[in-house]
């Protein structure tokens, strides 16, 4: 009797270490499953019109929930204030003059192409064995132009609201295969300056009589200097783009609310980030493209690691080129591929490094007007070069005059030189990479047109 208890206690023993054993297996496979990696675009998304980098109106309550968890950059730049170049600087980890994203200002029915020869973070994840599919809504960024390069499956829809890009990223997560990369490129708060009816009683001004509606058309008067903007204008367009920064933060809950719902949020790292801001009087004039100021190339960006517990909030500088290296990190992707950009692992672990990162930026465009230009910013200053329309430099303290209202360039001449040789030494590191040129077919020029792109 006593031996046949004592072996039932062994039975019982062995079971309970067999259901030990398969139990740490199992949580060893999902500690080691490779995270999914969701790559949230908000096109022409300024960061100084979000409550958590300091804005006056809780615009995006789901996205400042969102950072609350997450690390965010508050210090964040753009290599452009167009979409097309910006992008292609995030996906590549490269600079403009390196990826061959640059228009000419010969013509108004070319663009610069992303060029073949550059590798992509898709094409770097598809060959670690994910998944990759891209959904845009910006056709500076369509397949034409080389920006599908490792995607699995890369889709351009002209229906420009927000719930279309969900409607097609649930379609893809209906069963995915992980690990698997998904960029979604949400166009709001482009304008037109046009939210849903629910959202456009908000913020308004019951008192303004002006005469502004959010339309192209107008906006580029004001670029082409033929329409000028009074104060009261400037608050009307402002709650207008807020509208739209409005409608797309709901939306994003939907999307959080779907990764949640398919069981992908606990193994899936979320950025949030944007391509470019936008200007409303800040420098004289309106929409982007045409400058390189703060309020162009200042972007939020955010992390959200479910692997992380601690929120951070990051004051460093940080770069758009920055996140293809970083991401790979986190993601545990090895890489040969020799980016520009900095691998900011170090930052979000609560480290520093030692040198800030200086910003590169420039700006090449013929549209209602023919712009370029170059800036780089490093150590609290901000050095622009123009050479069209005409030449001429800018320099601004930054610390002391974060709006750029006070040119030093002649007050300054030793920081002056200083920032045109570190410009010109960033620059001559560079790799100069030619993309080519695509001919705009009726149907682009139809689809750019319909987003001010072209006259």
């Given at each position: ?165 969900n409607r097609h990223a649930a379609a893809l997560l209906q069963n995915p295969i992980d690990p698997f990369f998904l960029y979604l490129h949400y166009i709001d708060p482009h304008s037109p300056y046009r939210a849903p009816p629910p959202y456009q009683d908000r913020w308004m001004d019951s008192t303004y009589t002006g005469v502004f509606d959010g339309s192209h058309d107008q906006l580029n008067e004001v670029v082409a200097g033929t329409l000028g903007m009074s104060e009261s204008d400037k608050a009307h367009l402002e ?217």
């Amino acid at each position: 009797m006593q031996v046949e208890k004592h072996r039932q206690n062994r039975k019982f023993e062995n079971r309970c270490w067999l259901i030990a054993f398969f139990s740490f297996l199992l949580c060893s496979c999902s500690t080691d499953q490779p995270l999914n990696l969701v790559v949230v675009m908000v096109d022409t998304l300024r960061a100084d019109h979000l409550e958590f980098q300091g804005y006056q109106r809780d615009v995006a309550p789901h996205l400042a929930e969102l950072a609350s968890q997450s690390v965010v950059l508050l210090n964040h730049h753009a290599h452009a204030s167009r979409t097309g170049p910006s992008v292609a600087s995030l996906l590549t980890g490269l600079h403009p003059p390196s990826h061959g994203v640059v228009n000419p200002l010969t013509s108004f029915v070319a663009k610069g192409v992303l060029a073949a020869e550059v590798t992509t973070l898709a094409e770097i994840l598809h060959g670690a064995g994910y998944e990759c599919h891209g959904v845009v809504t910006n056709p500076n960024v369509g397949e034409r132009f080389g920006f599908s390069q490792g995607f699995d499956s890369y889709e351009y829809i002209e229906i420009l609201t927000a719930e279309e890009v969900n409607r097609h990223a649930a379609a893809l997560l209906q069963n995915p295969i992980d690990p698997f990369f998904l960029y979604l490129h949400y166009i709001d708060p482009h304008s037109p300056y046009r939210a849903p009816p629910p959202y456009q009683d908000r913020w308004m001004d019951s008192t303004y009589t002006g005469v502004f509606d959010g339309s192209h058309d107008q906006l580029n008067e004001v670029v082409a200097g033929t329409l000028g903007m009074s104060e009261s204008d400037k608050a009307h367009l402002e709650a207008l783009y807020d509208q739209e920064i409005a409608y797309f933060d709901d939306q994003l809950g939907a999307l959080l609310e779907l990764l949640e719902r398919r069981g992908l949020a606990e193994n899936t790292l979320l950025v949030v980030v944007s391509d470019h801001g936008e200007e409303f009087g800040d420098h004289g004039s309106a929409l982007h493209g045409y400058t390189l100021f703060e309020e162009q190339l200042h972007v939020p960006c955010l992390l959200s690691d479910p692997r992380r517990v601690e929120p951070r909030r990051i004051e460093a500088v940080t770069r758009n080129v920055d996140l293809a290296p970083t991401l790979l990190a986190q993601l545990g992707v090895s890489s040969d591929e020799s980016f520009q950009g900095k691998d900011l692992s170090p930052l979000l672990d609560g480290g520093f490094f030692e040198d800030p990162l200086p910003v590169y930026a420039q700006s090449s465009l013929r549209a209602v007007r023919i712009v370029q230009a170059r800036s780089y910013h490093a150590d609290g200053w901000k050095y622009i070069a123009h050479t069209l329309p005409e030449t001429r430099e800018e320099l601004f303290d930054l610390r002391a005059d974060p709006s750029e209202g006070r040119n030093l360039i002649l007050e300054d001449p030793a920081r002056a030189q200083q920032m045109r040789q570190g410009l010109e030494a960033m620059f001559e590191a560079m790799p100069v990479v030619e993309g080519g040129l695509v001919q705009l077919t009726p149907e682009e020029r139809r689809q750019l047109k319909s987003l001010g792109y072209l006259e």
